[in-house]
């Protein structure tokens, strides 16, 4: 079954989605946890997150970025102009971060020389960047702008009852994937990081009904073999800008460690805050979203993740610390800089490396770095 | 670092060398000439701010009080606040708090040392800061974070949801340092209710961590004496905006400078009112004599700078502009949106207004003044939304009849990288001739400044912007 995920992971489109569209199914992307899905779901549509796996150019990404962006959303807009998204019905913007923000004009304007690259619809969804009552209560108010711009676009209604339903779903969902990291987290491991990441990636490209039965049949097994992994390898963290990259995971754990924990956005973030089921489903659901497990686009937080990594390595019996960026993300990188001073102070080695997203050029300096580290590990 | 940069505090020696550079007038014309050729790197650009007459002394002797305050701060028992140069720093002043503007002190670092901040933008990286972050605030931070200055005793900043990496700055500053950090954040709209109730909240927020912080309650005297100065900045601001539309314009290409640096490190002082008017007394002089501002009296071509300006080494920026008679029509930085402004006639609700009848007005003025600060109006939103760059960058073009439209950045702005080459493209599409600088305002390492004039020469030459040989143009 992970071979399912893990086919998943390395193509942009997948049978399900195809399945999907086939039966006049709509899928709508979006780039970021900070948006909440669940609306999407309750509006009977697939919520397909973004991704630039596949990427061999970026001759339309840097025609309308500038020189110093991010590569991923330059590779997300890559495969926009060649046309390999044009299987969205719809997407959203949501401002990570500067270069993800900006996403929005450059797909609007390759839309105009690329036809057919723009989804019909598009929408920008505005997220603070910090929470206090009156941020949440924007929030809100953005969510309910969200909710009925899609009810509007696509003529449908979407009500509480199919919120309230959509956050049961995601939150079973959530509790699968917090079950599947006590398989990695604990003293025998029964799967790898780059596994992991292929479920975590897959669940955010499918049917989330499918994908809630086929993560349980998944982790049923996984229990049942109970093989452990973990013999004479590294326990190591990543943490870091995002990472859908299961090539990427792999490097690493051919070196000999093996990625037991994380806080990246496509995984633990993903998954680790439940929402409310007891509370007002819109209302729930906004607290939970900007509430989430927080990113460095949270700025001021830095203690709070802090305390975050130190649990996560204390409950995962970690043994080296990868910080990892790609170039032109400063809010993950700088923040890197930090956890690695405050982290190395108490005795967690830590390695720091800067890379660009999409194909893996930079496979053998990435390899000789992590050799080394796993060198200083012992 | 090497060991003689770490000799000296950073701010001390800012202040030691602008606190005598700013007396080199006192004596005789003599005595100052001589003077002159005593001062090493920074000489033409002292030059160029004296030569302005009353109005460039006054900067001078202003900036060395600015940075004595902030020397001299906790001695007389003030707060210090970092803060950047969007942040309107009234409300700090109604509070008592200096105010260490950080981009400022790396302009002054930038364009004062010889080797600019080269080594302190360097050595944020070593501490962990990423390279690839904006060089605006890493120049000046490398320094205070190596701990050669004061320390802060808190930092507010209002860039998230403007820039991330302006912002991402400061939160590293204050994980760094381990102290206080407060954020003003922005939603992507700007004149809508949902914006102004934000505005407003957020602003409460701010007023009530400054109490924390200072321990004191806002003092409402102070904060409306504050406010009236403010308004009196802000009408001088205006009819000086108004000259600029002269063909020529008397203004000085210099005064672009004095004007936003006077009101990111100065609103609401007495200090800055000074200023200003003594900047308008010599625009007036020139107007009436029909010159332009540039020392020929002439003007070639009008540029408007769509984003920030260059700070090169002795502030060659400003005397290569006027060397080649380029009027200098103001950029980003110096669009601050008074209700009053020639640019906000017709879109009120893009301006603020300062009101003073209650408490409630007064702070939500402050509000509205803050969301409206140069950079935290226009790059919020999309940059073709309505109020947005594209949209300001096309009324100034308009209102100032300028020529052409020049980009200069920082190479870590990824908020402008990510959007200029599509506003470039708006703007040939309607006919304006637009320059993207491939340069970096803060650091030369980045592209020399050499290579800057030769572009913006070559283009002017090309685009028939000017008469003459490119040689002329170009030539550094
Ligand atoms: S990796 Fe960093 S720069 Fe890239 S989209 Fe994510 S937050 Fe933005
Ligand atoms: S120049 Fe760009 S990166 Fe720097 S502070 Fe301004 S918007 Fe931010």
Known sequence: ??????????????????????????????????????????AGMLPFRFRGVGTTSLSVGDTYFGPVICSFPKCILQLAGEGRYEFLDGAVIVPGCDSMRRLDECWRKAGEDYQGSLPGYFHY???????????????EEETVIFKESLEQYFDLTITDDAVAEAIGLYNGIRRLLCRMDRLRTGDTVLLSGSDALAVLVAG?????????????????????????????????????SVNDDVGFMDVIEDSGGLIVADTLCFGFRSYADLVDESDEPLKA????????????????????????????????????????NIRFCDLHGSENGIFERDLEAEGVPCMRIEREYGPLVETGRLKMRIDAFMERLG | ??????????????????????????????????????????????????????????????????????????????KVAFTTFCFSTPVLYAFDVVPIVVEAMTVLGTFIFKRGTGEFLDYCSEVGFTETSCSSQRGALGAYLAGLGV??????????????????????????????????????????ERARRYHQADFRCLVSFLE????????????????????????????????????????????????????????????????????????????????????????????????IDHYTTDLRFWRWLESREIAHLGCILSSFWQEDAIYAAGRTEAAYAVRTDSVDAMIDSLAAQMSRMPMVKSIRGPYDAPHMWLDDTMLFTRLLKADFVAYIGTMGCRNTWGMVKLLARDLERRGIPTLILYADA??????????????????????????????LVSSG
């Not at chain 1, 992970?2 to 998943?8: A, L, N, P, V």
């Not at chain 1, 910090?130 to 209560?137: E, G, P, W």
């Not at chain 1, 460095?296 to 990892?324: S, T």
């Not at chain 2, 900036?63 to 902030?70: D, G, S, T």
């Open chain 1, 125 to 139: 969804f505005g997220v603070p960047h910090k929470v206090t009552d009156y941020s949440i209560s924007w929030f």
């Open chain 2, 212 to 307: 924390e912080q200072t321990k004191k309650t806002l003092d409402i005297d102070r904060l409306r004496e504050v406010l009236e100065e403010v308004r009196k900045q802000d009408e001088l601001i205006c009819e000086l905006t108004e000259f600029q539309r002269l063909t020529p314009s008397p203004v000085p290409n210099i005064f672009n400078l004095f004007l936003y640096s006077g009101t990111f490190l100065m609103s609401g002082t007495s200090d800055f009112t000074e200023l200003l008017e003594l900047m308008l007394e010599r625009v007036r002089e020139n107007a009436a004599r029909g010159v332009a501002g540039s020392r020929s009296g002439g003007e070639r071509v009008r540029g408007f700078f769509s984003y």
């Open chain 1, 204 to 240: 955010s490209a499918m049917p989330r009904g499918s994908y809630r039965e086929l993560l349980e049949g998944t982790l049923d097994s996984l229990e049942r073999e109970a093989r452990d992994i973990s013999e004479g390898r590294k326990r190591l963290m990543l943490v870091g």
């Open chain 1, 285 to 324: 659901l906004t607290r939970r979203y900007l509430q989430h497990s927080y990113c460095p686009r949270m700025f001021g937080y830095y203690k709070d993740r802090l305390q975050v990594l130190r649990r996560r390595i204390r409950e995962a019996r970690v043994d080296g610390v990868i910080l990892q």
């Open chain 2, 151 to 192: 320390r802060p005793d808190f930092i507010v900043c209002d860039s998230p949801g403007i820039c991330d990496t302006n912002a991402n700055s400061y939160a590293f500053a204050s994980a760094y340092l381990d102290i206080p950090f407060f954020q003003l954040n922005h939603p992507p709209t700007l004149a809508d």
């Open chain 1, 1 to 42: 079954m992970i071979d399912t995920f893990r086919t998943m992971a390395r193509t942009l489109n997948n049978p399900f989605v195809e399945k999907w569209k086939g039966s006049g199914g709509k899928v709508i992307g979006f780039p970021c946890t900070y948006l909440p899905e669940e609306i999407i779901h309750a």
């Open chain 2, 442 to 471: 803060f650091d030369d390492r980045i592209q020399s400044w050499e290579a800057v004039t030769d572009r913006i020469g070559e283009f002017l030459h090309l685009r028939g912007l000017t008469s003459g040989e490119p040689g």
């Open chain 2, 1 to 78: 670092m090497k060991q003689e940069t770490k000799e000296y505090q950073y701010d001390w020696i800012l202040w030691t060398i602008i606190e005598n550079a700013s007396v080199t007038h006192d004596g005789s014309v003599k005595e100052y000439e001589s003077l002159l050729t005593l001062i090493p790197h920074f000489r033409e650009a002292l030059d160029e701010i004296i030569r302005q007459g009353e109005a460039g002394i006054c900067l001078m002797k202003l900036m060395a009080r600015y940075l004595k305050r902030c020397l001299t701060a906790h001695d007389e028992g003030r």
